[in-house]
């Protein structure tokens, strides 16, 4: 009667280099799932928050009431982006006093907030991306510290092979079995990270696209509007 197949026992068999490799892998694999698990619930909230901001923002009655009803919403970018804005913007009398025949130098406000709202997109890129590169690192070297352990492994197989002085499948099978296992676990652990990676990419740069479309209304607004009103 022959023996169950089973991959513990092919590890627990395996020689020291190659469980070093397995280790590894491993180590990859929880660290990624971890990163994938977070970041899919981060960017889930992202995306629902982005889409309830962006109708509450449209339809507040005006630019104050919609930071009010901001303050709510703290997992979306684009809600971030719109207080960095709103707070370069409260610094100018034209918006925030009574006084509103108090002339303002619209185009240099107008480039101080763009500058803001540019600096505060890349920060929430920065917030969003961390991490995520890490998940790439693993899909391009899963696969590679894999098979560093398979041809070990079988190196270590034509060792016993001579010195057993034996060609017999009996001696060959085992060592081949343990190599060939770190090229499976190497795949394993790359596979999801690269799905993972690209997946994240994708939303990232539609919260991007977000951010930047925001920064662009929210500059008409402020050129054509407010600023507009502030100097007649």
């Known amino acids: 009667m022959g023996h169950t197949f089973s991959i513990f ?6 020689g020291l280099v190659v469980k070093l490799v397995l280790l590894i892998l491993l180590i990859f694999s929880i660290t990624s799932w971890s990163i994938i698990f977070f ?3 981060l960017v889930r909230k992202a995306e629902k928050e982005t889409e309830e901001f962006n109708q509450t923002f449209w339809t507040s009655k ?3 009431e919609a930071y009010s009803n901001s303050k709510k919403l703290r997992n979306t970018p684009v ?3 719109f207080r960095i804005g709103f707070s370069e913007l409260k610094k100018y009398d034209s918006f925030t006093s009574a006084d509103t025949g108090k002339s303002i130098d619209s185009s ?4 101080t907030i763009r500058r803001k709202l540019q600096n505060g997109t890349s920060e929430e890129m920065k917030r969003l991306v961390s991490m995520v590169p890490f998940l790439a690192t693993v ?6 510290i894999g098979l560093f352990g398979t041809v070990w492994g079988i190196m270590d197989s034509f060792h016993n092979i001579g010195m057993s002085k034996s060609v017999s499948l009996a001696v060959v099978a085992p060592g081949i079995s343990e190599a060939l296992v770190a090229t499976a676990f190497g ?3 790359a596979i999801p990270s690269v799905i993972a990676f690209n997946y994240f990419s994708s939303k990232l740069d539609s919260l991007n696209t977000s951010m930047e479309s925001f920064s662009y209304d ?7 509007e407010i600023f507009r009103t502030g100097n007649n």
């Open 9 to 14: 026992s092919i590890v627990s068999s395996a």
């Open 39 to 41: 970041k899919f619930f």
């Open 62 to 64: 005006n630019i104050s």
């Open 79 to 81: 809600a971030r982006i």
């Open 108 to 111: 240099k406000a107008s480039v």
């Open 139 to 144: 899909g391009n070297t899963a696969p590679f």
């Open 187 to 189: 795949l394993a652990v």
């Open 218 to 224: 929210f500059l008409n607004i402020v050129e054509y």
